[in-house]
Each structure stands twice: as structure tokens, then as C-alpha cells.
């Protein structure tokens, strides 16, 4: 009998040595052998199964952190998952991985503002050259591709402008071209969309996210193919990029419940979206209004939304936008979503950065909301409320 994957991450890593149904938490600097000869036993399982969970040092992890990749694995229906200290660890690690001195990579204009600094300025110094294409327009990616391309770097749906890209497209110019592909899969997380079924090289979500929900803590997780696999182990191995075990135990913790935390996710994201699309005011910015290339885009690759969605907001008065949310009193105003709670952001520049292909006027704002797991009709009632201060 083959269960869901609702089942299994109610049921795996259960700990019947200890009689304890979550595993335990493993801290170790020091892998402490019985003997020289063991040690080299290790050694040489490790050398001829690099993910089978043979360690001779602590930074390589622990049965702790196996046991996350185990699962996240599975979720990814991937070859391997490495486990970063944050979510932006693991894109570095996915870019540096892949990519030397006099390369070229093509990235998405709206990627995670960090990520585009790391590509544009930090890569630029090691003489690797990035070039943004437009999310909505993939002649600017093929057409910007040369003999010199080993990446196209993807982020889906654009960060806090909410694109929805021809995934399909992108990977068949990439596999065409023979370049490397990475795509940070944050918002949908593989339980939405599995990027290396779909045939990405490389997958990254940030598990600071929905899969500890719980706002408490960081980490980062990197799905590769086989293709990419010796190349990320080896700059993962050089780097020293890995999650700490007390940090792999609770986002095991949280995977528990990431199906029914992102199936609650989407239920009220779809009733606030329901809301907030009658408003002429502003455009809403997530999958909801089934005539848009964005709707088609996803709903051509993904089986869910989650809990994000942004706001186009028209008005002359920035004042009067600011006022809107500020008279938030449910959602909270901080960067970091996916946890249980709503959160409000207006998004200026120092968020949206400077983006070649922003579809922004001067007289539009973005506002970026996370819908949190609270009752929707209270944060429909508490939207109500201060929207009233929008002129
Ligand atoms: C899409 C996306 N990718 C990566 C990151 C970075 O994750 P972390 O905060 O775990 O470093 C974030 C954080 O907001 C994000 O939104």
C-alpha cells in the first residue's frame, strides 16, 4: 500500500529506541567512533554512498538532520536535499555551485531582493555576469542567452510583484541551450509544485517558511537532480553551508502539519482574495481572477496558492496608502511570512529594489499581505476597517 504524503509526514521518523514519536535531537561536534577501524568503515561508506547519513564530523550532521533531508526528499521527489542555515543560504549554495569566473546567468527581474544583490553586485566582483529577464516576456531570456550561460535563475511567482511565469517554456529553452536551471520555489513549496519532477536542476525553498510555520525559526533547503548533485555536495562540503540540528528538529516538527497548514492557508487567502477583488481601488496581485495570463500561468503548473498575495494600489496620496496599513489591527508589519500569523508590508523601494521590468506607475503602490491562519472573516472585517483611510 503506497499512503499520501499526508500520511507519511504524520507517521515518519518516529523513534522506537526511544519510545519517543519524534526523533531526537542529536547535537554533536565531535562523531565519537569505538575505534580507528570504525571510523574508517564510516569513511568508506561515505566515500561510496556520499546521502546514505555516514558522518565523520559533526558539520557534515547528524542523524538529526538526516532524517529532514530524508523527508524533504521525499517531498521533492528529488535525487537529494541539502539543508542550509536560512533560506538565502541555500540560493547562494545553488549559485555557487554551478557557476565560475566568466559565466553568464540569466535571472528573473523580480527575484528576492537579496538574491538579485548577490547576483548583480557580490558575482559581478568574481567576474560572473548576470542579465534580468522580464518575468512576464521570455524573448528577453532567449535572447540574452550565450555560449557563456550556465543558469537560469527563477523565482516563482515574482517577489512581491507575483508574476506567474511560463515554467514549461523556460525549461524547454534551458534544456535546448544545454544551461543549468535553479528556481526558488518558496511561496508554493513542493507541496504545490515539485520544480525537479517538472525538470529543474536545482529547487529552494526557504524553511524559515511554511514548513516551520511557526515564525521561530531559519533554515534553507536545496533539492538537486542527479545532474547537479556532485557539483552542489562538493561546494556544500567547501562552504560548510548546513542546518544545525536543533534548527532540523523543529522544521521536522513543523513539516508535520504543512499540508494542513498551507490547505488552511489557501482556503482563506481565496475568501480575503474574494474580498479584496471587488475593490476598483487596487488590482489584487495573486491567482485568483481567472481571465488573467497570470491565473493561466498558474494555474497551468501549480495544484495550490498560498497564504501571499500583494495589492496594486492606484492613488495619488501615498499618505492615505500608508494610513491603510497602518490601520491594520490583526496583521502584524515584518519580512518574514509563512508562519501562522498575517502580516502587512508597504513596499517602497528598499523592498522591490531596483528592477528593470517593475510594471509600476508613478501613481501605484504595493502592498504585500500575508494571510495568516486567524478566522477570515475577522481579517476581511479588519481589512474593511482600514480601508476606509484609502483616498
Ligand atoms: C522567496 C524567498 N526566498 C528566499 C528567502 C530567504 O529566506 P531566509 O529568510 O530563510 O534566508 C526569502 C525570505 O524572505 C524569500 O521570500
Known sequence: MSNSFKTFLKHTAKDFHNQSVNPPVVRASTIIFKSMKDI???QGKAKKNPIGGHYDYGRQGTSTSYILQKILTKLEESYHVFTTPTGFGAVFLAIFSVTRPGDEIIVADPVYSPTRLLTEKF????????IFYNPSDLKTLQKNITKKTKLIFV???GSNSFEFQDLGKIISIAKKNKILTAIDNTWATPYYFKPIKFGFDMSIVSATKYYSGHSDVMGGSLAVNKKVFSKVYNAERITGLRLGPDDAYLITRGLR???VRLDRHRENAKKVAAFLSKNKKFKLLYPYK??????RMWRKYYSGASGLMGLKIKSKNINSVRKFVNSLKLFGYGYSWGGFESLALHQEYRETGNRK???LAKDEHLVRLHIGLEDPNDLIADIKQALRHLK
Open 40 to 42: 574508517r568503515k564510516t
Open 123 to 130: 558575482l559581478k566582483e568574481f567576474n560572473i555576469k548576470t
Open 155 to 157: 523565482e516563482n511567482p
Open 257 to 259: 502539519t504543512l499540508d
Open 290 to 295: 481567472k481571465d488573467s495570463y497570470n491565473f
Open 357 to 359: 521590468y517593475l510594471n
